[in-house]
């Protein structure tokens, strides 16, 4: 059986959180490091992001400006 750890964050109102060390250990994170959010299987899945993961993000990045306006922040703010 694996030894799993349990490590816990709390959100802020800005909707940040900090990832705990043993976390940031276990990914080999350092400030200024991307993380890559893979949501499926009823879960999400959080890694160190890539530089794959970077040019997908400023690949679909052009086609989600429509969604920028007050009007979208207003709307949408509580989801």
């Given at each position: 059986m694996d030894k799993s750890t349990l490590s816990v964050s709390r959100l802020t109102q800005k909707y940040q959180?900090?990832?705990?060390a043993?976390?940031?250990t276990a990914l080999g994170l350092k400030a200024g490091d991307g993380l890559a959010f893979e949501i499926g299987d009823g879960g999400v899945r959080i890694r160190k992001a890539q530089p794959m993961d970077w040019e997908f993000a400023r690949g679909v990045q052009a086609t989600l400006g429509e969604w920028h306006s007050q009007a979208d922040e207003d709307a949408y703010r509580d989801l």
């Open positions: 959180a900090t990832i705990p043993p976390v940031r």
